[in-house]
């Protein structure tokens, strides 16, 4: 039943109303004592993260499922319905975007997957061809990749440079919509990529390669957080000194908060006012990626994981500071409703000569500035609880 | 050639033989300095050492108004340059010689690059410096291909040539038997597209390292390290260690050399500046001319994407970016960790990696004086005949090598996927990049080869805990 786009948007619906209910629930928490405790609040972020991954892996299936089908037979139809299920199955995963910064299974410095599954600004020229280079890429060079696969895609991916991505979401993204050359829309990749343009088969074989390694990926990260497997990181995770989990928790609320999206995925492009900065740049789900990041970081804090109900870290800043707490709860919302306020397309409000004053304009600033004041407040929350949070 | 090493080996045994005593004991004996052990070796610009982006993580002193410069910096560091004119005219002005297109493509994730397996190898990171001699004892730019080889070019001006690597096996042997063979590269350069290099080109090979904690570094005050130079030896400890000084790109000034190699740069923004123009062709105010020579008409003449192709401002802002990036923190340190430290510390290891440095007031307010654990004292040093370049570079002899700062060293295996180490990543494991320590190093390195194993491997162990 929970499926793809309407199963997200069904959260952000409940996430949102969090602001109403949490310090409702939280009050009550206060007032019949230490109801809450630390270790439930840390098993509950483990089966949160559980449930959002394993939610991540079932939108990328879908998605894995309609770009088999657009490749075995290549129709407008067709590739639309895998550019909707890649939107869908975006949501999804920039929800667990805030499970990353604190070395788990995402980001771990030896086994860690995220440069495989998310890295971006990409060079799309690395993997395709782009405007006035039609022979550039992978794609197009069978010499540089003569077998094409997950494995091989895989040992290419950020060689020879950090933009030189080969694989994931935005590699994906790169293939089903083409550059964007438009202020106005996304981009306009025919269909004939995938029929009788050069090298039609391999850019098709590519397509499917990457995206089954996605979906493996994220297998890996919903086994990593399964319950009941004694020797999975979520043992690790669930078994830390409570005040490390704590720490792990709110660094990651407090670096996606405000280094990665205020700073890297908001501000550079804002104030450089540079597309090549902007996030999801070829089909214009920037926007969509801004809530969906913000909405993660809200989730995490009041608990309102997809599908598991349980006390989010609120309820024990609730306990240690109420004040601080009903703060925290109505900056999360101000930040998703600032995000939600930034119009698309984003590639739009980072042109040259629009002036700061545009509506779409001040709402990106608001946004960034709300979701800086968040990671401050991150900070506040692990002072409050008596542990120790560092951000970059 | 492989018989005359095991003779130069042998010496060593020798050398260390007579000092004989300092070996470490099981128990220890001595007390461990307490600044070996330090997990907060960027001081307050320390952050968590266990992720993939450990190195690329902003000072955690930074304000907003910091941290967003510093973000903006990032991504004139990672992204690829392209050939002007383009869409993207921030971005453009690579080349049209050049040998990588962005910063991180060298320090990919702002850390250590390893040296190609071939030509076609797309992992870019080592570079080659080439010049002749000057005719009074110095060198000057190669006539024809300049101070660097390019490998790569923009269309329609063909690459100077291409790196080509030999190596030869050195053998040699522990003090327990055991057996090692290091692997020793000799560089030329191959399909030369400008003319026959010459007999005469000398050939510096450089590889690209971790770029953390480099405003600390530069926050060192000039005069603290100075005053650790010893060049006559006057200590008779048998560790010189001299001061480079280079010119200021700005001021035209006599300063301290802190970064690169062989300690030929004097700043961070000039290191900024000189990477631009040498690795990826982009010409700022400090670097104006693109490095083609009088034969190179292609490059001479080709495209510009500005003059220069960034300002100032860019300048500065990837330089406080690079300036800002924190250092990984110490990890877990335990017993076998605390042994090695001994190790390092009756080895002399300290001689040149001096642990720990005090800064002093920088421009930058994220930057407070504090006490930092670079490991290193910024001088240069005569690494023996096996290392050396035999190609002065400033008044950094052909012997002579900067001491790099050894923080970080452990996140390298992770973050970047290798352990190649030295100046050209020739060492293949953190023991490789010991043992090829001679020159003034050489005693260090004969109490580490004659060590039972497991002090060696707990020296290991301590360097990779950094």
């Known amino acids: 039943m929970r499926r793809g786009n309407l199963w997200s948007r069904a959260r952000i619906v409940v996430a949102t109303a969090g602001i109403a209910w949490a310090p409702l629930v939280l009050g009550a928490c206060g007032d019949d004592g230490a109801s809450v405790s630390r270790t439930a609040v840390i098993a509950h972020y483990a089966a949160g993260v559980h449930a959002s991954y394993s939610a991540s892996l079932a939108s990328a299936t879908t ?15 067709a590739m639309k319905a895998a550019k909707d299920a890649w939107r869908a199955a975006r949501d999804d995963y920039g929800l667990t975007e805030v499970f990353r910064f604190y070395g788990g299974p995402i980001d771990d410095e030896t086994t860690g997957t995220e440069g495989q599954i998310n890295a971006w600004p990409m060079d799309e020229a690395y993997v395709d061809y782009v405007a006035g280079s039609p022979g550039a890429g992978l794609v197009n060079t069978p010499a540089a990749l003569p077998t094409i696969s997950g494995a091989t895609l895989a040992t290419l991916n950020e060689k020879g440079g950090e933009t030189n991505i080969a694989t994931g979401w935005h590699a994906i993204e790169f293939l089903l919509w083409g550059q964007d050359l438009s202020p106005n829309g996304p981009g306009t990749r025919p269909v004939s990529d995938y029929t009788n343009a050069p090298n039609a088969k391999r850019r098709a074989a590519y397509l499917t390669a990457t995206s089954d390694l996605l979906m493996s990926d994220l297998t890996d990260l919903v086994a990593a957080w399964a319950p009941d497997d004694p020797k999975n990181y979520r043992a690790t995770f669930t078994a830390l000194p409570e005040n490390d989990a704590l720490r792990d928790i709110i660094v990651g609320m407090g670096e996606l908060s405000r280094g990665e999206l205020a700073g890297q995925r908001m501000n550079v492009a804002y104030s450089e006012r540079s597309q090549e900065d902007e996030h999801s740049c070829f089909s ?8 969906a990041n913000a909405t ?4 995490v804090y009041t608990g309102a994981y997809p599908g598991v109900e349980g006390p989010g870290i609120s309820a024990i800043v609730a306990k240690a500071d109420a004040d601080l707490d009903a703060k925290i709860v109505a900056g999360l919302a101000t930040s998703v409703a600032n995000a939600t306020e930034v119009p698309a397309p984003f590639d739009r409000l980072v042109r040259d000569g629009l002036p700061d004053s545009d509506p779409g304009r001040k709402a990106v600033l608001a946004t960034i500035v709300s979701l800086e004041d968040q990671g401050d407040l991150m900070v506040d929350a692990g002072t409050a609880l008596g542990v120790t949070v560092v951000l970059s | 050639m492989t018989r005359r090493t095991i003779v130069a080996l042998a010496t060593g045994i020798a050398t260390a033989a007579a000092a004989g005593t300092l070996i470490v004991g099981r128990d220890g004996g001595t007390d461990v300095p307490a600044e070996l052990l330090v997990s907060a070796s960027g001081g307050a610009l320390t952050t968590d050492g266990r992720t993939k982006d450990a190195f690329g993580r902003s000072a955690p002193t930074l304000d907003r108004n910091g941290r967003r410069r510093f973000e903006i910096g990032n991504s004139f560091f990672t992204q690829n340059w392209v050939t002007a004119p383009a869409s993207t005219s921030d971005r453009d002005g690579l080349g049209p010689f050049f040998n990588a297109q962005s910063c991180a493509s060298c320090h990919v994730r702002d ?56 190596t030869t096996p050195i053998i040699g042997e522990y003090g327990d038997g055991t057996p090692f063979t290091l692997s020793r590269p000799r560089y030329r350069i191959a399909d030369p597209a400008y003319g026959p290099a010459g007999r005469n080109i000398k050939i510096s090979p450089r590889i690209a390292q971790q770029v953390v904690g480099m405003g600390l570094l530069e926050a060192i005050p000039a005069a603290r390290i100075t005053a650790a130079a010893d060049p006559d030896d006057v200590n008779d400890d048998g560790i010189s260690g001299r001061v480079n000084r280079v010119t200021d790109m700005r001021t035209g000034k006599r300063v301290l050399g802190r970064f690169g190699w062989k300690a030929n740069v004097g700043s961070v923004d000039d290191q900024v500046a000189s990477a631009f123009r040498g690795d990826i062709g982009i010409t700022s105010s400090r670097a104006p001319e693109q490095p083609c020579t009088t034969s190179q008409s292609a490059c001479r003449h080709a495209r510009s994407g500005g003059a220069p192709e960034v300002d100032d401002q860019i300048i500065a802002t990837v330089g406080f970016y690079v300036s800002t990036l924190a250092v990984p923190g110490r990890r877990a340190i335990d017993d076998h960790v605390r042994r090695g430290a001994r190790v390092f510390a009756e080895a002399g290891c300290g001689g040149c990696h001096t642990p720990a440095q005090h800064t002093g007031e920088a421009e930058n307010p994220a930057i ?85 194993a497991d002090d060696r491997a707990a020296l290991i162990a301590f360097l990779r805990s950094m």
């Open chain 1, 296 to 299: 993660g970081v809200q989730m």
């Open chain 2, 368 to 452: 407070s004086p504090q006490t930092i654990y670079p490991f290193s004292d910024l001088l240069v040093h005569d690494m023996g005949s096996f290392l050396a370049d035999g190609r002065a570079d400033g008044q950094a002899s052909g012997t002579e090598w900067r001491t790099p700062p050894l923080w970080g060293i452990g996140n390298i295996e992770p973050i970047n996927g290798h352990t190649r180490f030295l100046h050209d990543g020739r060492a293949r494991d953190l023991s490789e990049a010991v043992l090829w320590h001679a020159g003034e190093a050489q005693n260090s390195r004969e109490v580490f080869r004659l060590a039972p």
């Open chain 2, 111 to 166: 850390g250590r690059a390893q040296p190609p397996t071939s030509p076609s190898d797309p992992q870019r990171g080592l570079l080659l410096r080439l010049s002749v001699p000057n005719g009074a004892g110095g060198e000057k730019d190669h006539p024809a291909y300049g101070g660097q080889l390019h490998d790569r070019s923009i269309l329609g001006v063909p690459a100077e040539g291409q790196i080509a690597i030999t």
């Open chain 1, 63 to 77: 998605m894995d499922a309609a770009i088999d089908a657009f490749v075995a037979a290549p129709t407008p139809a």
């Open chain 1, 284 to 291: 214009d789900n920037t926007t969509a990626d801004f809530v």
